[in-house]
Nanobody, 124 residues
Framework: QVQLIESGGGLVQAGGSLRLSCEVSGGMFSRYEVGWFRQAPGKERVFVAAISRSGNRFDFEDSVRGRFSVSRDNDKKTAYLQMNNLKPEDTAVYSC?????????????????WGRGTQVTVSS
């Protein structure tokens, strides 16, 4: 079975940076598109960013475009979410997700496999 484990969350001051990792096991990582989501207290989970299985296409939610980036290392079976210029409104539990796709699949923001999440807290 496919398992996703996030790490790298923590407490950071506004303007700071964090890099989250998402390690995927139990499947062929190179065949998976990976997405990132976040859920703030009392709010629904929302899409943040995604990276194609090839690693050369990206999808970003408007509020994080230009501040966040995504990457992947297929040898390490790990995807990353680099978050820069963090703001208090970025505070949330961040989860990664994955779905098996073809190389040219368009982004759908819908995924089959999910991690449990890691807390990111941005203080003002």
């Amino acid at each position: 079975q496919v398992q996703l484990i996030e790490s790298g969350g923590g407490l950071v001051q506004a303007g700071g940076s964090l890099r989250l990792s998402c390690e995927v096991s139990g499947g062929m990582f190179s065949r998976y598109e990976v997405g990132w989501f976040r859920q703030a207290p009392g709010k629904e989970r929302v899409f943040v960013a995604a990276i194609s299985r090839s690693g050369n296409r990206f999808d970003f939610e408007d509020s994080v475009r230009g501040r966040f980036s995504v990457s992947r290392d297929n040898d390490k079976k790990t995807a990353y979410l680099q978050m820069n210029n963090l703001k208090p409104e970025d505070t949330a539990v961040y989860s990664c997700a994955a779905r098996q796709t073809i190389l040219t699949a368009p982004f759908t923001r819908a995924y089959n496999y999910w991690g449990r999440g890691t807390q990111v807290t941005v203080s003002s």
